[in-house]
């Protein structure tokens, strides 16, 4: 199984996003710069803006609000956005990461950077592939088990998704418990 974005699917992508982000640049007054994208294992599209003026946080988040809406359309049923992360000040850049999809169990992507690296420790929690999607209450809200995501310095964390598709993160290894999954035991060394 393969999370890999299809050179069809990223470049029609890029296209509608370029298009989108050109217009909510101009209706902000902004200029549209360099634009790349990237596919394969992960969708990536970024794409920059110049002012006369610095951008304000303001003008940035409400910028990145539009830009998330349009892209959130353009994507539905191609990607699935992962990240979307922007900068500001002396111009504005966003750039926005996208998995491709393959839906399990409760509307969980098993094509997911998330389910992908779970896949590779689900031994580690007692676990099989078959517990993605797995219900749980969490802070008394329904969250569906999407997998985990490890960081560079070795860290794991736990990945939900709720009912609306949202993705959600803790970093507390061991809430995987509450998915079926056993705690991780941790090993003091010294005193």
Known sequence: MSNAVEKSVASETSSALLESCKQIFRAHGLVAGKTSSKYGDLYQFKTEAFCNDSVSRDLAKRIT?????????????????????????????????????????????????YAQDFRMTAWRYDMTDADLGKEAQINGKTVYFAGVEIKRNGRVQIVVQDADGKISMFTNENAIVRFGGKAIQTISVGR
């Open 65 to 113: 609000e539009e830009i998330e809406v349009e892209a959130k359309k353009i994507c539905q049923g191609k990607l699935q956005i992962s990240n979307i992360s922007t900068k500001y000040g002396d111009g504005y850049s966003i750039t926005i990461k996208a998995d491709g999809i393959e839906l399990g169990r409760n509307g969980i992507n098993l094509a997911s950077r």
